[in-house]
């Protein structure tokens, strides 16, 4: 049973520029949240995805924003990249929104 | 600010060696408490929670313990291990809401064999 899994494993953009990130959630489960964590920081949470809606969010402008699909995969998006913006980006998924997050090895972002 | 955070970001050991790592929490609203591994290169893994109606809880080769009233709580490695070098964070959640933990800075284990 494979876990979280995301992609890409490494990308590199330039400020103005849009990402997409893709998040499999480990089988079984329907919740997923993103984490934003810069070099040397914990991660920050972005947003928190159930039954194809964004149900809680943290402290992140418009500019970031997500998907989730029926297969409860989903995908982040960042729009107008600021340097600020490089981090590695997590995925977690759970059974529930109660339950235990299990983390994917995240995305590492680099702006330039 | 973050209202989670950590007294040491380095802790150096020797293999054998018990390690403990402290974490300070200021949210005296957050009811559950994890601490994560994270290796590099690797998202975090959970290791071990704690309700805030325990003070203490064991796990295999971890303890942690939770003193509600000096809002503190540390994570006890026994034996520590080459392969338990990693940051560690703690995470607390508010209560009665959804599982969202909030992460603190990180504490990195370094093991010496």
Known sequence: DAGVTQSPTHLIKTRGQQVTL?????SGHDTVSWYQQALGQGPQFIFQYYEEEERQRGNFPDRFSGHQYPNYSSELNVNAL???DSALYLCASSPDRGGEQYFGPGTRLTVT | GESVGLHLPTLSVQEGDNSIINCAYSNSASDYFIWYKQESGKGPQFIIDIRSNMDKRQGQRVTV????????????IAATQPGDSAVYFCAENIAGGS????????TSLIVHP
């Not at chain 1, 893709?22 to 480990?26: F, G, L, V, Y």
């Not at chain 2, 313990?65 to 006890?76: A, G, M, P, R, W």
């Not at chain 2, 599982?99 to 990180?106: E, H, L, Q, S, V």
Request: glycine letters at 10%; one cysteine or more.
């Open chain 2, 99 to 106: 599982y969202i933990p909030t992460f603190g800075r990180g």
């Open chain 1, 82 to 84: 600021l340097l600020g």
């Open chain 1, 22 to 26: 893709r998040c499999s959630p480990k």
């Open chain 2, 65 to 76: 313990l939770l003193n509600k009233t000096v809002k503190h709580l540390s994570l006890q």
